[in-house]
């Protein structure tokens, strides 16, 4: 008899032994980064599901800014499944040049424009084992699209989510799908869908790997790791 499918939802039973002042903790940096920023969203430019999908493909280990540059002459030019198909793998090269693995990452998007148009009717499927299912698209770019579109609450773990979570005490995961499963365990509810882009933008802009900028940190006194880089 075949294996039951996986549940599509990556949905960490709550920890069981998280003690009331640690989830009192949790909960102020939460409401801590809400009061900051209420409703945040990803930096990179997109008018849609697909465009969202191509810019969240092409942005595997490059920058946001660096994507954004090259899609904003590239969605002028193919912003459906379409028109990304009739550009073809040599049309689209160009546009993408300046971002590392741009050649598989061109093979990629041309594949999953194709699969859009012709097994999807020109939408792009917003369902996880779907959207999985496209070429280039992981579990982590799944995640990213569907939490920003508010489709599925999910905490794409990149470097910076990693980095921050550990400061913060919020996960002693070793690899990004422990720390995805720690902190979807953590999160409270209703922080659940802005959490990746609260954590992003800390890790981007305050939480920096190298030296960061704790003086200016607004969880400072709840960080545990503090102490690390401010001298007493
Ligand atoms: S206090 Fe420092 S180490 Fe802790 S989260 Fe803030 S910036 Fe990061």
Redesign the pocket.
Known sequence: MAKPAKPAVRKAARPARISPAEQARIAELFARFEAQESDPSTELDYGGPFTLVVAVALSAQATDVSVNKATVKLFKVADTPAAMLALGEAGLKPFISSIGLYNMKARNVIALSRIILEQHGGEVPLEREKLQALPGVGRKTASVVLNELRIEPAIAVDTHVFR?SH??GLSTGKTPDQVEAELMGKVPEPYLTRAHHWLIL?GRY??VARR???EE?P??DL?P??H??VAR
Do not use: G, M, N, T
Request: proline share 6%; glycine share 0%.
């Open positions: 921050v400061r913060l800390h305050v939480c960061p900028k704790c940190c969880v400072a960080c790791s503090r690390l880089f």
